[in-house]
């Protein structure tokens, strides 16, 4: 099996050290994700634009964190479950929200699930999602825009998503508590 490497500040290459300089900004280490990600400092680099430009979305932090966990649960994700869940406590997301995104069972907000919905639909059928199915989206209250900007949320986890499935990524120290394995009954 072939074994990738955990790069630090010290040993990555010098095109993921300036990354890495504004990762440890904002969270205070290099999680795990990014230290394999180092390896292509251009895959690096890009997840950490399109993470910074679907905090940018018209979506709010609880709305970016269902399009998060959705896909990480439809792409089977044990490490961004995790850390997103530990994410979305932190932003005190409504606990029976975050169970069932957990559980891939349905929302307890109607606005939440119509969200949580439509991600999975985008997720499982790579995109090709009916004309009802977007019409029903916002109906539910959202706007065209806000469909584009789960496509960006999904990419951004595909991104995140496949390198962890690759590399075999282990949990970070903060993630503790939170580990996740996909139950058998799902949405």
Not at 65 to 71: D, I, N
Not at 87 to 94: N, P
Not at 104 to 125: C, I, K, Q
Request: charged share 20%; glycine share 6%.
């Amino acid at each position: 099996m072939t074994q990738f490497t955990a790069y630090t500040g010290d040993t990555a290459p010098d095109a993921a050290k300036p990354i890495f300089e504004g990762v440890e900004a904002a969270f205070g280490f290099v999680p795990n994700l990014q230290s394999y990600m180092a390896e292509s400092p251009e895959l690096l680099s890009g997840y950490t634009a399109l993470w910074d430009l679907f905090s940018k979305t018209t979506l709010t932090m609880h709305e970016q964190q269902v399009v998060y966990l959705t896909a990480n649960f439809e792409n089977e994700c044990h490490y961004c479950m995790a850390g997103h869940t530990t994410l979305a406590m932190m932003q005190k997301m409504d606990s029976a929200v975050i169970a069932a995104l957990r559980d891939g069972t349905e929302l307890p907000d109607a606005r939440l699930e119509a969200l949580h919905h439509f991600t999975s639909r985008v997720v499982r059928n790579r995109g090709w999602v009916s004309d009802e199915e977007v019409d029903a989206f916002i109906a539910a209250g959202f706007t065209r825009r806000n469909v584009l900007e789960v496509v960006l949320g999904v990419a951004t986890k595909v991104i995140s998503n496949y390198t962890n499935h690759i590399v075999h990524t282990p949990l970070d120290a903060f993630m503790k508590g939170n580990e996740w394995t996909r139950p058998e009954a799902g949405v």
